[in-house]
């Protein structure tokens, strides 16, 4: 199978588990707790793929090639463990959290990606950035008062920001 379909599958399959998951974790666990076990299994499951992924080398030379780039990304997984475990916690609703944070990353990355990379904007992918945005608009409820959540349906939080 090329490597391109298999990538994105991948990576949406694990999304989804990841959502799952995130959303199933009881509420009486610490987030801090919580982010030690996903790490050191994600430490172990690491080390298990790398006599398929390590490209050939041994470990301490791959890892004297790291730059600051890697470790932000450390950084950034963490935070966003974290933020999706508090949105689920504060009522955001399964499918409403990741497509709000996806389409708001989106308007956010094409930017940066013109002016940092070089990349290229068309007519049709500017098209789409305009749907996410109104996207956003429409999955965004106005809260009953400041940081409170309004009762979108009997039962169910309000899933905006």
């Not at 690491?46 to 790291?66: F, I, K, Q």
């Not at 990349?119 to 109104?134: S, V």
Request: include cysteine; proline fraction near 7%.
């Amino acid at each position: 199978m090329p490597l391109y379909p298999l990538a994105i599958g991948l990576t949406i399959l694990a999304n989804v588990g990841y959502h799952l998951c995130q959303k199933a974790i009881r509420p009486d666990v610490s987030p801090a707790a919580s982010l030690v076990v996903t790490y050191a299994v994600a430490l172990v499951l690491s080390l298990l793929l790398w006599p398929w992924l390590g490209g050939g080398e041994g470990m301490t030379v791959a890892l004297r090639r790291l730059g600051p780039a890697t470790y932000a990304l450390g950084a950034a997984v963490v935070l966003i463990e974290l933020g999706f475990l508090l949105a689920y916690r504060a009522g955001w609703t399964l499918g409403v959290a990741a497509l709000y944070c996806s389409a708001a990353v989106a308007l956010v990355l094409v930017p940066v990606g013109m002016l940092a990379f070089g990349e290229t904007l068309d007519l049709r992918k500017g098209a789409g950035l305009l749907l996410a945005l109104a996207g956003l608009l429409l999955l965004t409820e106005p809260r009953a008062s400041a940081g409170e959540p309004t009762e979108a349906r009997a039962g169910e939080r309000n899933p905006g920001p």
